[in-house]
């Protein structure tokens, strides 16, 4: 083997359904970007080896894997060349998890039934399913969640890190505008609520008011869907905004508060057609649909934080509308090799 992987990011914009008396909870929407992005290049090698800045979870992970496989860690040599930022926002581990399933896969020549089938080898998706189909095959993404209660797919309210739960179906992909522009700002001196916390936040918060959910499922289905299905950025965005102010997603902003509702006005009294956080964030990410307009808005948002002395970086992202690539390396040369269709190896 001798490969270099590389996958996207995913903007997560909230989940759906915190109340569960339709007997169904989570759901959500997102987006897949190009920027931060995972790079791995893979070799084989006279035994396993990790050059990165984290080797031990690298090696943990791919060793978590061919357990569940029965496998011997491979004979690879795995260089992480660029690695997303963790507890930002991103969607990082799921995206490097799955990675790493495709290379395990791969060398072993195993075979695998689609992206599902790779997300429930490494335990993704139990709760969102926006990750793993960003890395399937990138796009805005809308899912309708898991069957609740009990003897269902879950019989409690957890995040995708501690439940079993497969990915959701899917209810609709479609591509992003090649020309829209996400702006992004993360704060260097906070992280994303993870772990045992992030598990206490779903406990404690559930279920919250059916009609605050109703509100929620409205504007996703009656602005934000035909926002991106007819290219209205104007919609598109509103409806981001909106999302921002109930549902489980005002809860997470809540947690940010007073610097994650400054930033989504500095972005949009900057130009934005809608500003939001991504997941637990911190990032909070805005949008446009030309450069000049996303360059303003990065230049107001970075003077916003350095006015206010907070640490942080700042970007702008373009849509990623195909997901995961591979680029066999042969030589010095590389010829592309898409991500095979599911339940095909190459």
């Not at 800045?53 to 060793?63: A, D, H, M, T």
């Not at 739960?165 to 090649?178: F, Q, S, Y």
């Not at 981001?240 to 930033?263: A, C, D």
Request: hydrophobic share 35%; with cysteine.
């Amino acid at each position: 083997m001798n490969v270099r992987i590389t996958t996207p990011s995913r903007l997560h914009f909230g989940l759906i359904d915190f109340n569960g008396n339709l007997g169904r909870i989570d759901g959500g929407s997102g987006v897949a970007i190009n920027n931060p992005r995972n790079v791995l290049s893979i070799k084989s090698a006279k035994e396993f080896h990790v050059n990165g800045s984290s080797p031990g979870s690298i090696e943990k992970i791919v060793k978590d894997i061919c357990d569940r496989l029965g496998k011997p860690l491979p004979d690879l040599e795995i260089t992480i060349e660029e690695e997303i930022p963790a507890h930002a926002g991103f969607g990082s581990k799921t995206q490097m998890c799955l990675a790493l399933a495709y290379a395990v896969c791969k060398e072993y020549d195993i075979q695998y039934n689609g992206v599902e089938a790779l997300a429930r080898l490494v335990g993704r998706g139990g709760t969102s399913g926006i990750g793993v189909r960003a890395f399937d095959k990138g796009g805005f993404i809308l899912d309708c969640g898991h069957s609740f209660g009990k003897g269902k797919e879950k019989d409690s309210c957890l995040p995708s890190s501690a439940s079993k739960a497969k990915p959701a179906p899917m209810v609709l992909r479609c591509d992003i505008p090649e020309d829209w522009r996400f702006i992004l700002a993360m704060p260097l001196n906070d992280e994303g609520s993870h772990g045992q916390s992030e598990v206490d936040i779903f406990q404690s918060s559930f279920p919250l008011d059916e009609a605050e959910i109703g509100r929620v499922c409205r504007v996703i289905l009656m602005q934000m869907v035909p926002g991106i299905l007819e290219k209205d950025i104007e919609t598109f965005g509103a409806a981001i905004n909106r999302l921002q102010e109930i549902g489980f997603k005002k809860v997470e902003v809540k947690l940010k508060s007073p610097l994650v509702p400054g930033l989504l006005k500095v972005m949009n009294e900057a130009g934005s057609y809608g500003s939001g956080m991504s997941s637990f964030g911190p990032t909070v990410y805005g949008l446009t649909d030309n450069n000049k307009s996303a360059r303003d808005i990065q230049k107001a948002v970075s003077g916003y934080l350095d006015d206010l002395g907070i640490a942080h970086k700042c970007w702008i992202a373009e849509p990623n509308n195909h997901g995961m690539w591979v680029k066999r390396i042969a030589s010095e040369k590389e010829a592309t090799m898409p991500i095979p269709v599911p339940g095909e190896q190459t």
